[in-house]
């Protein structure tokens, strides 16, 4: 016993810390583990008799970033002056930082506690010793912090030589020259390969997931035995896919440094978390460093897919998803800058696009908000127009895609059953290798190859229907493509077309549409900034409040109300059903919905008498009142010469008397008259005037 030791320390128990930093030194350094138990001897000799030991921290740093509970119980106890003395092999075992240090030493002080170590005995109430102990603990956390810089430099050296791999990721192996190279699994790069190919087609990660899981393909990963990393086959998940998307190892790149780690004091704890850096700030990027399995193009193309679909991130469109609103994440608001947000009322669900962030934010009131039919509508027909120029040649297009589609379908089968024959003939030869009377592991072996027999043989069936549904399909017509190409209004519009394709095609064609509402509040102002530079303008008329969702529409109730003065209700209907135009409930024109429109709107019925009094013609009449033919009209009113009213496209043309009447079309007409009255030269007399006085 020391001068240092007093009959109060030692009616107290004393208590032996034992710590380890990494589960890696508790697996391997079990001598610095005996070493810090037999600390209890030297307490023994010391002359304590109650003695515990505290290991509950074995694999836990002290560097104060994780939770020690066996560290926070020795110091509660200390606190409550319970303890008559803490030892440790060393003192740095308690802690390496000074945030739980130096409070272990205030308290150790004002409840008479003792530290203790293999060498010295400590009292923190001696200046002296205060002193050491001071120094001890800015030594230790001294110590670690130059040995994390050293290993850190190591490590940054050999990633700038692109030498550096942790863990490789599924689709890549290391040589024995150091180099990285393909997985030479055949099946392994035929997966790696399509999920880039189908994120690309169906426009998402979590698409081209749901895909490989419809249609039951599994993807690789890599799973750490204890012993070394081996290639396994699981079924996909979002973050599996994402992994690999976001990896610029599958472009050829080598890349170090694409996270880092975000250091937060939460509940009084320092709390470790690790974030992503952006593309482009990476600590090393060097492109071309192996053979990669796409081009970097497309692999910049995926990042700015993935990107937009991000739906929290600032600017991002988000994913295309099922909702109807077919400008979701397009619309901006030209009075504050920002996105539109989309809201679904009603049933059946109608679209609304509002502009309300400020009012989330700052209660600020709502900027602009509207129904979004009839937007979305003007908008599909601004689309139908650019598109339809380029549909036939992309008509060609998806006949060459459904036809690698669904060979890159059956190759993927193919190999998932080449894998499972091999994994069923190595699970034969276990077995066959096995002593039959050592049932204990004979009947695991034959359960297993039984396993493998019955996974291989339900591949194999899959695939036999899979090419029996191939060979029974007939191949897309080139013909039926191009009459869907040539009516690409009509597919757009129908309501089997998929509104994601709708959407994707929407965002590869428009970069924005800033969005208004006039000052009267009677019109929806757009702006369509198209990729590329172009701008279109457009002006859409806005529902007033009440105004039914199902009301005829402008421009067919004035076809209506021009054609009442020629045609009666019939005709009408069939000028209207031959123009492709609909009811608003999407049925075709009769008599009697005719009738219905002209007296809900009390446009007068057709009458022949009205007709004469007014002076409304249709383009044959016009041509008899003229004295010409009906072709000599219709040339005329195309050449902007005469006025003339054609409300649907495949009606008839309605002229009025008064425009016919006019000084400059009667002229025109007579002249067209005398010059038709003219009598005829024989061609003949053409050639040879001098024949003409003879008689």
């Not at 109060?8 to 004393?14: G, K």
């Not at 320092?270 to 053979?291: D, N």
Request: glycine letters at 6%; charged letters at 25%; aromatic letters at 6%.
């Amino acid at each position: 016993m020391t001068e240092k030791i007093t009959a109060s320390h030692l009616q107290r128990p004393a208590v032996v810390y034992v710590r380890q930093s990494t589960p890696h030194q508790v697996c391997n350094n079990e001598e610095s583990r005996r070493l810090q138990y037999a600390m209890k001897d030297r307490l023994h000799e010391l002359g304590w008799s109650q003695i515990e030991i505290i290991d509950d921290d074995l694999g836990r740093t002290a560097s104060g970033i994780t939770h020690r509970p066996g560290f926070e119980r020795m110091v509660t106890r200390v606190s409550l002056g319970e303890i008559g003395a803490v030892a440790a092999r060393e003192v740095s075992r308690f802690a390496r930082n000074n945030r739980e240090w130096y409070p272990l030493l205030e308290i150790c002080g004002i409840v008479n506690t003792l530290l203790i170590d293999h060498e010295t005995i400590f009292d923190p109430r001696n200046s002296n010793d205060r002193l050491l102990l001071g120094l001890k603990g800015n030594l230790s956390a001294y110590e670690l912090d130059q040995l994390r810089h050293r290993a850190l430099e190591a490590r940054r050296a050999k990633a700038r030589r692109g030498e550096l791999f942790m863990a490789l990721p599924p689709g890549f192996i290391k040589t024995d020259d150091g180099r990285v190279e393909k997985d030479p699994d055949r099946r392994v790069q035929h997966t790696i390969e399509l999920l880039f190919k189908k994120t690309l087609e169906l426009g998402s990660g979590r698409q081209a997931a749901l895909w490989f899981i419809e249609h039951g393909f599994d993807i690789p990963v890599q799973y750490h035995d204890g012993i070394r990393w081996q290639t396994v086959w699981r079924r996909p998940q979002c973050g599996m896919i994402l992994r690999i998307l976001r990896n610029p190892i599958y472009a050829g790149s080598y890349v170090y440094g694409r996270r880092h780690v975000v250091v937060q004091i939460e509940n009084g704890m320092l709390k470790k978390s690790t974030r992503r850096w952006p593309e482009g700030a990476y600590e090393v990027l060097i492109p071309g460093h192996h053979e990669g399995y796409v081009s970097q193009e497309i692999f910049e193309c995926v990042q700015h897919m993935l990107s937009n679909n991000a739906s929290r991130m600032e600017g991002s469109q988000g994913p295309s998803k099922l909702g109807i609103g077919l400008l979701t994440g397009l619309l901006r608001c030209a009075r504050c800058g920002r996105k539109l947000r989309v809201n679904y009322t009603g049933t059946p669900r109608l679209v609304r696009y509002t502009c309300d962030q400020a009012q989330m934010n700052s209660g600020t009131g709502t900027c602009i908000q509207f129904g979004g039919t009839a937007i979305d509508a003007s908008v599909s027909r601004e689309l139908v127009r650019v598109l339809t120029p380029a549909a036939i040649e992309a008509a060609a297009e998806v006949a060459q895609q459904q036809s690698r589609r669904e060979k890159t379908e059956l190759e993927s089968s193919r190999l998932e059953v080449e894998a499972a024959r091999f994994e069923a003939a190595r699970a034969q030869r276990q077995y066959d290798a096995v002593d039959p009377d050592n049932r204990l592991v004979a009947g695991e072996l034959e359960a297993r190859w039984n396993r493998a027999l019955e996974k291989f043989n339900g591949l194999q069936k899959r695939l036999e229907e899979e090419i029996a549904r191939s060979a029974a399909c007939e191949p897309i017509s080139s013909a039926l493509l191009q009459t869907l190409a040539e009516d690409f209004g009509r597919v757009w519009n129908s309501e089997a077309t998929d509104i994601r394709l709708k959407k994707r095609i929407a965002r590869t064609l428009i970069e924005e549409i800033i969005a208004d509402i006039s000052p009267e509040g009677s019109m929806i102002e757009l702006v369509i900034h198209w990729k590329g530079g172009v701008h279109t303008p457009l002006h859409v008329a806005r529902r007033r409040r009440g105004q039914s969702m199902v009301a005829t529409s402008a421009d067919t109730l004035d076809a209506i109300r021009v054609l009442a003065h020629v045609c009666t209700d019939e005709r009408i209907a069939q000028a209207l059903n031959r123009s492709g135009a609909k009811t608003a409930t999407e049925l075709v024109w009769t008599r009697s919905r005719v009738k219905d429109v002209r007296r809900h709107h009390e446009i007068p019925v057709f009458d022949p008498e009205r007709q004469r009094v007014e002076g409304w013609f249709k383009l044959g009449e016009a041509a008899m009142y003229l004295g010409v033919t009906s072709a000599t009209v219709r040339k005329q009113v195309e050449l902007g010469r005469v006025v003339a009213l054609h409300p649907v496209s495949r009606g008839p043309w309605v002229l009025r008397r008064d425009d016919l009447d006019r000084p400059q079309v009667h002229q025109i007409f007579q002249q067209i008259r005398t010059r038709n009255n003219k009598p005829e030269i024989a061609i003949s007399e053409k050639e040879n005037p001098l024949f003409s006085t003879l008689g």
